[in-house]
Structures are given as C-alpha cells and as structure tokens.
C-alpha cells in the first residue's frame, strides 16, 4: 500500500488495541502502543530511501529483505528498544505484541498489490503479488478517514475500528470475487493462455490485463467484467546475440528483469551505438508502457547509457539517457 494509507492503518490498529484490557488499562502502555502501531505500520518500507540511489538499486531492493520474515520479526524489537524507554510504566509484552501486529499486517496487505512483497525470504525469492488491491485504493483509505473522524469526534475506537476491519475484509473478499470473473473472462478470450496476469486500477470495475500463450502477449482492460484486448504482440524469445548478452549485464537492466515477469524486447542499431529495450507489458496507460529498460551500448558493446523506471513520453526517456538518436 501506499505512505498514507499505512499511516492511517496504523492509527486504527493503535485504536483497536484498546480493546485489550491491558492497554486500555495504562496511558502509558496505550500511547506506546500508538506509537509503536504507527512506526510499525511504516518501517518495512524504509527501503524507499534507495530511490534516492538510483532506480536499479530501489526496484531490485524495494520490498525485498525489508518485508521478510526476518525483518518482520526484528523490526518490532528496534521499534521498542526506541520507544521503551520513553514509556518504562508500559507492559512491555502487549507492546511488542500490537507493534508486531502492525508490522505483520503492513507486510501481509503489500502482498495482495499488483507489486507485492518478497515476504518468504530467506525461504524463496520469489515475489508474492495477488493483485487484488490497487496501490492506493481510495476506498479503504476513505474508510480508515472515517474510522479516524469517529475516533477524535467521541466514538469508541475499539468497537469503531472493529467493525471497520470487518467491513475491509468483506471489501477485499469482494475484490477477489471480482478479479476471479475477470479472469474467467480472461479465458474465455484465450483460453490457451500459459499466464494471465491481472492488475487491480483505482477505480473498482477496471482492471489491466496481461497475458501469454505459446504465440503471443495480450495487453488489455477489463471494465465491469467486459474484457477487451487493446494490444498483441507475437512472443519472439529473447535471443542470445552479444548485444543481448551485454545489455543484460547492466544494472539498470538486470533489476527490470529481476522484477518484470511479462515483457517484449526491441534492438535498434544506429550509426554508431546500439539501443536494447525492454518493456514492461503491465503497466498500459492511455497506449503507452511506462515501466522500461533501456541500454545503450558503443560499437564495441560497451555501455554507454541506461535508465529503467516510469517514463511516459519518449522526449521524457531521451532526457534520462545521454544519446538522442538522429
């Protein structure tokens, strides 16, 4: 999810832990809490200071050790070796167990992204994306609003937060109906499709599909479960050309590849260098792909310039490298 929204779910966890006796029984033990649900809720995505690096550096890293099963077991102990001495009254145990609550959930609702999380490390590397919930999603964010409005206007935050919870949950059971009908719809279309992959928007009847099968990539929309193909690429494997092979060998490359599990590729040979690009085939927006790689390499194959990130216009991508061909 995104900043905000892990804000304010670690507002509401802090007041649902008055619901235990314990908590609601010490000021000190309660603002502990508080502020330890909310330092929870946001330190698995410290690794967001990598963007400041360089992109390569943030996409292979972004949701990678930070959300493990190791991370998500010491975090909440860093949290409180900072936050317990402030607090010495409060009960040490319920403080751990709701500031690891909030780390926990931080890591499980990244999983249910179009992004995800590579929350089995060290077991496997693998990235754990249901893709049933948008980055942001504006409806679970208004509803947390709400619950927090309640809260400071006099309600119960205990049984306020409760039953939010419980309407979020019958909201993400509702989302993976809905993702199922399209993916239903999906097959019907191609129904010899080896991998479809479908990806939440911001708006609740819209979602992005990408999908392949033996032949060819499918790029498309779904909009009140009416799915429509907008592009289709034929799938050519990547050959192992010494362009190829020392393009792959660039960072910025190697991260997309790291993270992109659907993609075309294009070479362009101009007078003097040559321009591998990769293409992320999930993120269609008004008929441009905005997640690339791109490298550029001399006559001799070595690299010259490279990006990979979010670009949406060429002019913007031309600026990013160092060659503008002619």
Same mark, same amino acid.
């Given at each position: 999810? #995104?900043?905000?929204?892990?804000?304010?779910?670690?507002?509401?966890?802090?007041?649902?832990?008055?619901? #235990?006796? *314990?908590?609601?029984?010490?000021?000190?033990?309660?603002?502990?809490?508080?502020?330890?649900?909310?330092?929870?809720?946001?330190?698995?995505?410290?690794?967001?200071?990598?963007?400041?690096? +360089?992109? /390569?550096?943030?996409?292979? !890293?972004?949701?990678?050790?930070? %959300?493990?099963?190791?991370?998500?077991?010491?975090?909440?102990?860093?949290?409180? /070796? *900072?936050?317990?001495?402030?607090?010495?009254?409060? !009960?040490?145990?319920?403080? =751990?167990? =709701?500031?690891?609550? /909030?780390?926990?959930? %931080? *890591?499980?609702?990244?999983?249910?992204?179009?992004?995800?999380?590579?929350?089995?490390?060290?077991?496997?590397?693998?990235?754990?994306?249901?893709?049933?919930? !948008?980055?942001?999603?504006?409806?679970?964010?208004?509803?947390?609003?709400?619950?927090?409005?309640? =809260?400071?206007?006099?309600?119960?935050?205990?049984?306020?937060?409760?039953?939010?919870?419980?309407?979020?949950?019958?909201?993400?059971?509702?989302?993976?109906?809905?993702?199922?009908?399209?993916?239903?719809?999906?097959?019907?279309?191609?129904?010899?499709?080896?991998?479809?992959?479908?990806?939440?928007?911001?708006?609740?009847?819209?979602?992005?599909?990408? /999908?392949?099968?033996?032949? %060819?990539?499918?790029?498309?929309?779904?909009? +009140?479960?009416?799915?429509?193909?907008?592009?289709?690429?034929?799938?050519?494997?990547?050959?192992?050309?010494?362009?190829?092979?020392?393009?792959?060998?660039?960072?910025?490359?190697?991260?997309?590849?790291?993270?992109?599990?659907?993609?075309? =590729?294009?070479? #362009?040979?101009?007078?003097?260098?040559?321009?591998?690009?990769?293409?992320?085939?999930?993120?269609?927006?008004?008929?441009?792909?905005?997640?690339?790689?791109?490298?550029?390499? #001399?006559?001799?194959?070595?690299?010259?310039?490279?990006?990979?990130?979010?670009?949406?216009?060429?002019?913007?991508?031309?600026?990013?490298?160092?060659?503008?061909?002619?």
């Amino acid at each position: 999810m #995104d900043t905000g929204t892990h804000v304010v779910m670690g507002i509401a966890l802090g007041g649902l832990a008055t619901l #235990d006796p *314990v908590v609601a029984g010490s000021h000190a033990t309660a603002t502990s809490v508080l502020i330890g649900t909310i330092a929870g809720s946001q330190i698995p995505d410290i690794d967001t200071v990598l963007k400041l690096r +360089n992109n /390569a550096i943030y996409i292979r !890293n972004h949701r990678g050790v930070t %959300h493990s099963i190791p991370a998500v077991i010491l975090w909440p102990l860093l949290i409180i /070796a *900072v936050v317990y001495p402030f607090f010495t009254g409060a !009960n040490l145990l319920h403080l =751990w167990a =709701w500031t690891f609550a /909030a780390v926990f959930i %931080h *890591v499980f609702v990244d999983i249910f992204n179009a992004y995800g999380t590579q929350a089995l490390r060290p077991f496997s590397s693998k990235w754990v994306a249901l893709g049933v919930i !948008n980055t942001f999603d504006p409806i679970i964010f208004a509803i947390h609003i709400i619950g927090i409005f309640l =809260w400071i206007f006099g309600a119960k935050p205990g049984v306020t937060f409760l039953i939010m919870y419980a309407v979020i949950i019958a909201y993400y059971l509702r989302r993976y109906m809905a993702k199922n009908k399209v993916l239903c719809e999906v097959k019907k279309i191609i129904p010899d499709a080896t991998e479809v992959i479908i990806a939440p928007t911001m708006r609740f009847h819209q979602w992005r599909i990408a /999908a392949m099968n033996k032949e %060819h990539f499918f790029v498309g929309r779904a909009v +009140n479960n009416e799915v429509q193909i907008l592009d289709q690429f034929i799938r050519i494997p990547v050959p192992n050309t010494p362009v190829i092979e020392a393009a792959k060998k660039d960072t910025n490359l190697s991260a997309f590849l790291s993270f992109s599990p659907v993609y075309r =590729w294009e070479v #362009d040979e101009y007078n003097d260098f040559y321009e591998v690009r990769f293409i992320d085939l999930r993120y269609r927006s008004n008929g441009h792909y905005p997640f690339v790689a791109v490298v550029q390499l #001399d006559c001799d194959l070595k690299p010259i310039s490279s990006y990979t990130g979010w670009v949406f216009s060429e002019k913007k991508l031309r600026k990013k490298l160092s060659i503008i061909p002619s």
